[in-house]
């Protein structure tokens, strides 16, 4: 009778701020345990599950074309990264064997129903098979997906797609940069002419056209896109050697980076709200009103801006040296954040299948479900933080 009442304000255990601060082993296991979430969530004909409830042990549906592509990258991303820096052979295999298995069911839906492909999923299925140094074998359907996109060009650089009544229209711009990162990694990979053409094309009307709508940093589905399209047009002109004229675009896009960046930076919650629990610290508010006494209630998007830190990260002449710090310190806190979204052990009293659920990123703080492009990105993000940390 004289304790205090509790009040249950989490699903989880609000980490100590001075435990937000992520290094590279946390980084490391929260990427295996992304992944291995992922992997858990894979049917036997390559498709993802849909949204899994924990609270209730629901039996979800079929995940979507481009939430699958999503996933098929992340995994992607993930084993580039343990077959290069942590050579566990048995996640290797796992991870191997996933990732075929998401081509071959991507690959059999395209061949069934290819209307079912967004220009969003094809750009995510190129950019897996792109980057994925064991799907090779693969490469007839990489080169299709590539024409594809490439088709869907118009003449100022813009890229289209089928609206509901089947007329050709522009793209939203969060498709227009991922199409367009593509394409970019596809010629950065092949040196393929007609994608360098796209490439272009796509970049000037990204950075130029669409620069007065981006500037705000608001169109936060795109950034992650936006930076790994410099990043890989910037692979491209290391390899290749650039004009001075692509020189001069570059630094223009440089120091467009950093402005987002810096609105990105802007966002992050920095202080223990008065009347909150401190596992919003790190976290990114997209909110566009939010009155000054609310406490933060940042959510799993959180890890779109962070692959765009970690990206722009890597990119030379992106960000002044003297600024560096301040955006890995971010880079860390945002990732401090998606690790209190992550179920791990202490937050799984209360779901009734722990192994379907431990790894997986939730929506938000307060809300248990998990759908799967959550913890797809949130595996992208910790993938480019690793790459951007290291020297």
Not at 195 to 216: C, I, N, T
């Amino acid at each position: 009778r004289t304790l205090p009442i509790t009040r249950l304000v989490r699903g989880n255990r609000p980490a100590n701020p001075s435990d937000l601060e992520v290094d590279m082993p946390t980084l490391a296991v929260m990427g295996q345990r992304m992944a291995g979430h992922l992997v858990n969530r894979q049917r036997r004909d390559g498709a993802f599950t849909g949204t899994y409830e924990p609270a209730r042990d629901n039996e979800p549906g079929v995940a979507s074309p481009g939430d699958t592509a999503l996933a098929l990258y992340a995994l992607v991303r993930r084993l580039e990264w343990v077959a290069r820096y942590d050579p566990d052979r048995q996640q290797i295999r796992e991870l191997q064997d996933a990732c075929e298995n998401a081509v071959d069911y991507l690959r059999r839906l395209h061949r069934r129903s290819p209307e079912s492909y967004t220009p969003a999923t094809r750009a995510l299925l190129l950019l897996a098979l792109v980057d994925g140094s064991d799907l090779a074998g693969y490469r007839d359907l990489r080169d299709r997906m590539a024409r594809e996109l490439t088709d869907q060009q118009d003449e100022s650089g813009a890229f289209t797609g089928p609206d509901e009544d089947g007329r050709r229209t522009r793209l939203s711009n969060h498709e227009q940069a991922l199409v367009a990162a593509a394409i970019t990694a596809y010629y950065a990979a092949t040196g393929d002419e007609r994608a360098r053409d796209a490439s272009e094309a796509g970049r000037d009307f990204l950075w130029d056209d669409l620069w007065p709508e981006l500037s705000s940093g608001s169109r936060l589905e795109l950034m992650p896109w936006a930076g790994m399209l410099e990043l890989r047009a910037q692979q491209r002109a290391l390899a290749a050697g650039e004009s001075d004229r692509e020189k001069a675009k570059r630094a223009v896009r440089a120091g467009r980076l950093e402005a987002l960046g810096e609105r990105l930076l802007a966002r992050q919650v920095r202080n223990v709200p008065q009347d909150g629990p401190s596992d919003v610290l790190g976290g990114m508010v997209f909110a566009r009103r939010v009155p000054d006494n609310a406490v933060p209630n940042p959510d799993w998007r959180t890890a779109h801006a962070l692959t765009y830190l970690a990206t722009t990260l890597q990119i030379e002449g992106a960000i002044p040296e003297h600024e560096r710090n301040q955006w890995l310190l971010a880079s860390g806190r945002a990732a401090g954040f998606l690790s209190q979204l992550m179920y791990d052990d202490p937050s799984l009293y209360y779901v009734r299948n722990r192994s379907m659920a431990l790894g997986g990123v939730r929506v938000r703080l307060w809300d248990s479900r998990l759908p799967l492009g959550p913890t797809a990105m949130g595996l992208v993000a910790v993938s480019e933080l690793q790459q951007g940390i290291l020297p």
